[in-house]
């Protein structure tokens, strides 16, 4: 074995002489100390060194027939709020960047960042890196001293305990501070939505809903329905500058589940509405109690006139009255002492909705089931009719109430009463339906140009087709 090892150590070829090694050394630290730029300057270079006004002008310019009209504006009015230099828009060809910077979906920073791309092919026309080379360097009196941060403020209540459906209570909307929440707590919706954020104000709480191409369609509902008598919440509109800012001031409180803050950076978020946080219980959550008590008879009249206002908007996510679901009881709830028995208990509507119909054929349909709900209601008034089945139905599947018909029929009365109150409103204000249109729009005036709600979508024509139906039939109410 030795003389093996020897063998092969005297047999080793010879190293050829080659290119001494440090010259790739010698390379490789020159690449590395020079900047990470080429020898000829682009214009990306050259919009480093471009002011806000700049950056807005070519923004607004170079996008126009690459975004739509709203997203330019809503990035023109970040680029303003937040004085965007070009240095900080040349970070933006990483669409990460330009997400978080612009306040854009990741589809629109990736288009923002193939167009910026391809300023890195295009020759500098201003000699930019001369005039940032030339830039005298700062004084220490002009150097910028970051200020301390403040203390972060350590809540002094366990996460699980901040949000308590028994015991919290709505703030002021008209009076209520926005500029910093104690607490934020998230709540699931509907199969695709965003879900609802709780906000603690300091001096109680409110709703902040993620607007969305129906945000309109359901303020204007919960409008309407307010002047129909039923209990609903407030809303409120904030500017497009605030409406940037609530979402960081969301992140920045306190969560009652840490694992909901990255819900706030949903890029289907752009915006929320205010809204009052109604107090009490979803129908559900009690309904076997208080629908056994000394209220139940007027709660069913108060459910009753809640029918007919959610006829007049289409509004099929709660009641099932004319609508081939199980209806949705969740956005139904129970005020005052729920925990007690005397008897002045009352509903309050959440959740409102106008849908509006336009397809002729689908249209005819939601006319014709309309009637035949109202006739069922007020001139057959027969409760044993599919109408009322399927209340009864969603009351026994989602509440565990056992409806009988002495319950059904004073459902029915207050669909009654309901059709007496729209016949005096429209006696005494013969424009009501194009009041609160009017009163929406004014709603929805700070975002307007910058968010769709669905303003476009809401169709008076709808509503008064659907009122006249109701008051046909209510002229036909059995005395």
């Known amino acids: 074995f030795q003389s093996h090892v020897t063998s092969h150590q005297t047999n080793k070829p010879t190293r050829l002489p080659s290119t001494p090694r440090r010259c790739c050394s010698l390379r490789s630290f020159e690449l590395k100390s020079q900047p990470f730029r080429s020898s000829t300057m682009s214009a990306l270079d050259d919009m480093r060194l471009w002011d806000t006004a700049q950056v807005h002008k070519y923004l607004q310019t170079e996008f126009k027939d690459k975004l739509e009209l709203f997203q330019l504006r809503r990035i023109g009015f970040k680029v303003q709020d937040d004085k965007i230099t070009g240095a900080q828009l040349a970070e933006c060809c990483n669409p990460v960047a330009g997400q978080s910077l612009l306040g854009v979906s990741i589809v629109q920073a990736g288009i923002v960042a193939k167009h910026l791309r391809k300023l890195m092919d295009k020759p500098s026309t201003t000699g930019a890196v001369t005039a940032v080379q030339n830039l005298p360097k700062p004084t ?40 910093k929440f104690k607490w934020c707590h998230w709540s699931s919706g509907g199969l695709g939505s965003t879900g609802v954020f709780f906000a603690n104000t300091g001096d109680g709480w409110v709703v902040m809903k993620p607007i ?44 009652t589940n840490p694992q909901d803050k990255s819900r706030l950076m949903n890029s289907r978020i752009l915006g929320f509405i ?27 009249e108060q459910l009753g006139h809640l029918i007919v206002v959610d006829l007049l908007t289409n509004n099929y996510d709660r009641l099932p009255f004319i ?11 129970i005020q005052g002492n729920v925990m007690g028995d005397d008897g002045k208990l009352t509903i309050a509507g959440i959740d409102q909705g106008l849908t509006c119909i336009k397809h002729p054929d689908g249209l005819q349909r939601f006319k ?3 009637r035949a709900g109202i006739v069922e209601a007020c001139v057959d008034e027969n409760v044993r009719g599919p109408c009322f089945k399927r209340i009864r139905t969603s009351f026994s599947n989602c509440a565990g109430v056992e409806m009988t018909d002495a319950d059904l029929a004073a459902v ?33 005036a700070p975002i307007a140009e910058t968010l769709d709600t669905g303003l476009d979508g809401l169709e008076m024509s709808f509503v008064t087709d659907t009122a006249a139906i109701i008051l046909d039939a209510a002229n036909l109410i059995a005395t």
């Not at 002009?142 to 015991?167: S, W, Y």
């Not at 940037?244 to 306190?254: K, N, V």
Request: hydrophobic letters at 40%.
């Open 368 to 370: 014709d089931n309309v």
């Open 140 to 179: 220490p009196t002009e150097m910028v001293v970051a200020k301390p941060l403040p203390e972060k403020e350590e809540p002094t209540e366990k996460p699980v305990d901040a949000f308590d459906i028994k015991t919290a209570v709505p703030a002021n909307l008209a009076t209520a501070q926005l500029q």
């Open 412 to 444: 029915m009365r207050g669909i009654q009463q309901g059709c007496r109150h729209l016949q005096t409103l429209l006696k005494e204000t013969p424009t009501l339906f194009e009041d609160v249109l009017t009163q929406t729009k004014t709603a929805f």
């Open 274 to 300: 205010t809204m009052e946080f109604m107090q009490g219980f979803p129908l559900p959550a009690c309904g076997m109690k208080v629908f056994g008590e000394s209220s139940a008879t007027s709660l069913y």
């Open 212 to 255: 969305t191409t129906t945000s309109a369609g359901e303020v204007y509902a919960t409008f309407l329905a307010s002047k129909m008598g039923i209990k609903c919440p407030d809303v409120k509109v904030v500017n497009w500058p605030d409406q940037q800012a609530l979402r960081t001031r969301l992140g920045l409180a306190p969560q």
């Open 323 to 333: 609508w081939s679901n199980l209806g949705n009881l969740d956005n139904i709830m």
